[in-house]
């Protein structure tokens, strides 16, 4: 048996589960009796319901139940809060008023005995309103500019605003300057698995099959909203059919899933449309900033000023990270960040895959780009210059900074060499061919997380924690830590996820999983070692009966004597003496201490090469190259396979996805995928994922980062200079379209 199991490639144990069929969904969690819901959505962008038609739509076929602010049960909504919720506002209370705060509002719900029928009977429910104008362009005369509150308070994680020295005097002096505005357009997640909850009341308690990222999360959400203990509800969710972020929050078509089974008495479920899912399960936010760079002729930044805008709801305040990068990402004596959110008549924006970073990276990546052709300076160059020696915005020093070596090994891999610098010099045939390169980076985030390892009789364990799986590979990575601490084999470890009433964990979002729920299951497996050398301590029969704790060890699944390379006894031989299994619970956080000294992020370096064809305008990736220094590689399969989804996020970002609003009613007016463009097969070329080798034991005791959202961080700006270099044309707004290049 090896213990040499945590870095191995290893396949995915649920492979086969997902591509035989065998992997249950949320929408496939079908149960005996089981209605359908289906939600009607209010069509206008903001006012009031004035009236409900629903006596026809109670008389067509199948029809059960309509439910509407003026007899839907009146909900506790008492407060409730997770890391992933806006700290500012309040959720929607969802069919508790006649308000309409945005176009697609749930305004009712029809519950009936088939799909069809269902979907029937909403298309006809007649609902009149009274309609005001909405405020849905974050541009434009009637958007409200507000300070963030909670980024406002001394504990922010996000803050407003942010200086060191004087950023303004700074750029205003300095010999070369760039002063640049760039945007970034509304985006949703489409991942492929629509949301869905299956809801089966049994009594008092209430079972919830439901696509979710955070199934604890959802479990005290669903006992707020309705005020009953929260062990009075269980989330089930064993597969996520992708998510990006948009199942991070609960969102009111849960509610309403648990609300319809308890009016009806019976198990309902709801699946939202596609169209749906563009208005009711959040959003990347539109996002409008400024870059202002100062620095030397010789490419020394002397001042940065970073201002950004962000949209959010009238009812909540949405956050992320837009501005936090640039106090660390390069040394510079003088800077100011700035963060605004304008409020509009929309729904509130979500975390989506790489929040915050992706945005405010892409603008500041994309002003160095610019400044390095103002000063005749190599990209690369330019930020070796400017490479910090500590984090300036807090002082401290990075717990493991790998950037420059980040940039060394995709460079060389990537042909970067090659590269004839001036803009439109580059051609393959009459293509126009660019390169481009930008960093990314990420916080390497942890939080606290619970597991429980059980040893059976025939050998084998059991790990059960709250995590979720959207594909990044958790299952597996999870059995590897379990495998490797345990020293069993991965085919006598079987981890099980997706429950709420398993130990405890954060949200599968933030690249956190596994330093947190990773490092839960290590302690765990501890844990369980030693509560089965303290059975085999006391048990009459064992070798090593009455012997001390300290003079035993646990060796490739084998409890020895230090010292002794005898065969020594196994799990199994402990666990059938005692006549039970052995199980164990554990927690593991960061240690604070150790935070409060580091300053704790993945870095990375992207390369892009484009094509773009002068007579149409067309843009094509050709290939691109990252490195990445993440700290410990579990699975470099998973980890490369998560890198290249990231990627092709990127490639999405850069040229194709934007959701369109209806300035009239706030109606998406490209909420279906054909005119929502994502990437398909033949949109990407040649994606290369690589890894610095990187060891730090600051982070966490498996010394891991995440990998989820950094590698769509800095692909973006790459392509964004990759098209200037093949064009000669500054593009600063995403995605970049057709008629931004054919005037190049």
């Given at each position: ?12 144990v649920?492979?086969r ?33 004035s ?29 409730h ?13 969802v ?5 309409v ?27 009149r ?40 005097v700074a750029?205003a ?33 209430l079972?919830?099959?439901?696509k979710?990222?955070y ?5 005290a ?21 992708g998510?990006?972020?948009?199942s ?16 009806v ?11 749906q ?15 202002v760079?100062g620095?030397t002729?010789?490419g ?7 201002e ?43 975390h ?7 945005s405010?990276?892409f ?15 190599d990209?690369?160059?330019l ?12 002082g ?13 090994t ?17 051609r ?11 960093s ?7 939080a ?8 059976q009789?025939?050998g084998?364990a059991?790990v059960?924690?709250?995590?979720s799986d ?30 709420s ?13 596994m330093?947190?729920?990773g490092?839960a299951i ?7 070692q030693?509560e ?34 005898s065969y020594g ?42 094509a ?9 990736v ?22 290249t989804?990231?990627?092709v996020?990127?490639i ?5 996805e ?26 990407i ?9 990187e060891?730090?034991?600051?982070v ?8 989820g ?36």
């Open positions: 048996m090896t213990t040499n199991i945590i870095g191995k490639p290893l396949a995915r649920d492979g589960a997902k591509v035989t069929g065998s992997a249950q969904y949320a929408a496939d969690f079908n149960q005996p009796g089981q209605a359908h819901a289906v939600i009607v959505g209010a069509t206008i962008g903001l006012g009031r319901v009236g409900i038609d629903a006596e026809e739509v109670l008389g067509m076929p199948g029809v059960i139940a309509v439910l509407t602010h003026l007899n839907a049960p009146r909900l506790a909504y008492l407060p809060k997770a890391v992933i919720d806006p700290a500012v506002g309040e959720r929607l209370h069919l508790q008023d006649d308000l705060h945005f176009q697609g509002q749930p305004v009712a719900v029809v519950i009936a005995d088939t799909l069809d029928h269902a979907d029937h009977g909403a298309a006809r429910l007649n609902v309103y009274i309609a005001e104008e909405p405020i849905v362009e974050p541009v434009g005369p009637g958007a409200t500019t507000v300070i963030p509150a909670a980024g406002i308070q001394p504990d922010a994680w996000i803050r407003a605003d942010t200086s060191r020295g004087d950023a303004d750029v002096r300095a010999p070369v300057r760039i002063d640049a505005a760039y945007g970034i357009a509304r985006e949703n997640h489409n991942p492929m698995e629509p949301h869905a909850t299956v809801a089966a009341w049994d009594g008092d308690r079972t919830l099959w439901s979710s990222q199934v604890v999360n959802e479990q959400e669903i006992a707020a909203v309705f005020g009953i203990p929260a062990d009075d509800v269980q989330v089930i969710c064993p597969f996520i059919g998510a990006f972020g948009t991070l929050r609960t969102w009111p078509h849960v509610t309403l899933a648990a609300m319809a089974s308890r009016e008495a019976r198990p309902v479920k709801l699946v939202l449309t596609r169209k899912m563009f208005s009711l399960t959040g959003h990347r936010p539109r996002t409008h900033q400024r870059i760079l620095s002729a010789d020394r930044l002397t001042g940065l000023v970073h950004g805008m962000g949209e959010t709801s009238r009812h909540e305040e949405f956050m992320e990270a837009l501005t936090a990068a640039s106090g660390l990402m390069y040394a510079c004596p003088n800077l100011r960040t700035r963060y605004r959110l304008v409020q509009l008549d929309t729904g509130t924006p979500n989506m895959r790489g929040p915050g970073e992706a405010g990276i603008a500041l990546e994309c002003a160095m780009d610019e400044l390095s052709y103002e000063l005749g300076i990209p690369i160059e930020r070796r210059l400017n490479e910090p020696v500590v984090d300036e915005s807090s401290k020093p990075f717990s493991s900074r790998s950037l420059m070596e980040c940039y060394a995709a460079a060389e891999r990537f042909g970067w060499s090659r590269r004839n610098p001036a803009p439109r010099s580059m393959d045939g009459r293509l126009l061919i660019g390169m481009g390169t930008a990314a980076s990420y916080p390497a985030y942890h606290p997380a619970s597991a429980r390892v059980r040893l009789a025939d084998t059991e059960e924690a709250a995590a959207m594909g990044p590979g958790t299952y597996t990575s999870m059995t590897q830590v379990a495998a490797e601490t345990l020293g069993l084999p991965p085919s006598q470890v079987r981890f099980r996820l997706g429950r009433d398993y130990p405890p964990t954060p949200s599968h979002g933030g690249s956190w999983t330093a947190s729920v490092s290590r302690a765990a497996c501890i844990a369980v030693q089965a050398a303290r059975r085999a301590i006391a048990d009459r029969r064992s070798a090593f009966f009455d012997a001390t704790p300290d003079a035993l060890h646990w060796h490739e699944g084998r409890l020895r004597r230090h010292g002794d390379s006894e196994s799990y199994q031989d402990i666990v059938v003496r005692a006549g039970e299994a052995i199980e164990a619970d554990a927690s593991a956080q960061r240690d604070p201490e150790v935070a409060g000294r580091y300053s704790m992020h993945a870095f990375g370096a992207v390369f892009a090469e484009v773009v064809d002068p007579d149409v305008g067309t843009i094509r050709r290939r691109a190259v990252g490195a990445y220094g993440a700290g410990r590689i579990i699975n470099p399969r998973l980890a490369a396979s998560q890198c989804g990231g990627m996020g990127g999405g970002m850069a040229l194709m934007r959701t369109l609003l209806d300035k009239r009613d706030g109606r998406p007016v490209n909420a279906h995928m054909a005119e929502y463009l994502v990437p398909v097969n033949l949109d070329g040649a994606l290369e994922a690589l890894f610095v080798e060891h730090d034991p600051h966490n005791p498996l010394g891991v980062k995440g990998l959202e950094i590698a769509l961080v800095g692909m973006a700006p790459a392509i964004a200079n990759a098209v200037f270099h093949a064009t000669g044309k500054r593009v600063r707004d995403l995605p970049i379209r057709i008629e931004d290049v054919l005037a190049a």
